[in-house]
């Protein structure tokens, strides 16, 4: 028996989940946008029936259609809110990257979602990759010995176009900038492989070319995790002319990796004092190449999520993942508007401590 779906926005990223619907042969009750073009776009897009039925109002499609799945897909700023309302109907959700925009709402979601027994996955989709799966495999086999420092590099381009397409992308009550919007993923990769526990953050921000949105297009950070290792991240949405990479490095006493390409979907090095294996079959075999940033992600994370509404497990990426990967962004941008290093855990802070803080 397939899964009643229904999705809450139906701007840029509602294919890849709309695609992932079908594939997973979930039965899609209705979509959800408020502007009906966007809703007319994907029906016509997809071949889905004329009597699918379409709401501007998300309260009302859950009370009418009262779905077992709902994809969220809004302006960032808009996921907590929607999200809690679709718990308290009993809706399990696949909440689009950023999961919320202040811990305290995360803290809520998460919070909610285990009294009501509901699932709720963050769409951190690049876990899937099939490069990212064959190092999270050499982690939990220890094949890196010591883990001593690893590097998250996104280096993409973003204009104006970008931006005046949806107001709210780089504002900070429904956005935040490139590390939140951009980068978010490839933090949450390097977060999760180097051992989650952080116990400082020292970051800095910047906005050096988009002076029409409030926030950040540039930042850095310094990572200390409590397993004694280092992360650095890098993120930018200043490369000219276009997408250049976004490469993520794993370097321990006894293994050395690169995964890179456009979206962390091809392994480039791979080095173990273990001679497992080949590194140039490892190389040959991992190698996909997206016809978008997006990546493939979006429908094995769908697959995972059902099977974890029918076996009643966690899924394999959870609202405290989300959580996680939130709290690392706010940790940068606390510290670099602070201008101190910052200790976690963080319980409280939201894109809303930082209004003005590019000001000119």
Request: glycine residues 8%.
């Amino acid at each position: 028996m397939s899964l009643k779906y229904a999705i809450i926005g139906c701007g840029r990223i509602s294919p890849n989940h709309i695609a992932a619907a079908i594939k997973n042969e979930l039965e899609i009750v209705a979509l959800c946008d408020i502007v009906p073009e966007n809703m007319e776009d994907k029906l016509n897009t997809f071949n889905l029936p004329k009597s699918t039925p379409m709401y501007t109002d998300y309260k009302e499609m859950l009370e009418k259609e009262k779905p077992e799945l709902v994809a969220i897909c809004t302006e960032s700023g808009e996921h907590a809110k929607i999200a809690l309302d679709c718990i308290d109907a009993g809706s399990n959700l696949i909440i689009e990257k950023p999961i919320a925009l202040s811990l305290e709402d995360a803290d809520e979601i998460i919070r909610r979602a285990k009294d009501k027994n509901v699932k709720v996955s963050a769409c951190h989709q690049n876990r899937f990759n099939k490069s990212i799966q064959k190092i999270r495999e050499a982690v939990e086999d220890d094949r890196f010995g010591r883990l001593l420092h690893g590097t998250a590099h996104i280096r993409w381009n973003r204009g104006e176009d970008y931006y005046k397409h949806a107001p709210w992308r780089g504002t900070w009550e429904q956005d935040g900038g490139a590390l939140m919007n951009q980068c978010i993923h490839n933090i949450d990769l390097l977060r999760w492989m180097m051992g989650d526990e952080i116990v400082e953050v020292v970051g800095m921000t910047d906005n050096l070319k988009h002076g029409f949105i409030e926030a950040e297009d540039f930042g850095v950070a310094l990572v200390k995790f409590a397993n004694g290792s280092y992360g650095v991240i890098e993120g930018t949405t200043n490369i000219f002319p276009t997408n250049l990479e976004e490469t993520l490095y794993i370097f321990g006493d006894k293994g050395t990796v690169k995964a890179g390409g456009k979206s962390v979907n091809i392994i480039e090095e791979w080095l173990f004092a273990d001679g497992k294996d080949d590194p140039e079959e490892v190389k040959a075999t991992y190698q996909e190449n997206p016809p978008s940033v997006y990546g493939f992600g979006h429908n094995p994370l769908y697959t995972d999520v059902i099977e974890a509404i029918k076996n009643d497990r966690d899924p394999y990426v959870t609202a405290e993942d989300g959580r996680r990967a939130l709290e690392l962004v706010l940790a940068i941008y606390k510290s670099a508007a602070e201008g101190t290093s910052v200790k976690l855990p963080l319980e409280k802070c939201s894109t809303m401590d930082f209004v003005g803080r590019f000001d000119k």
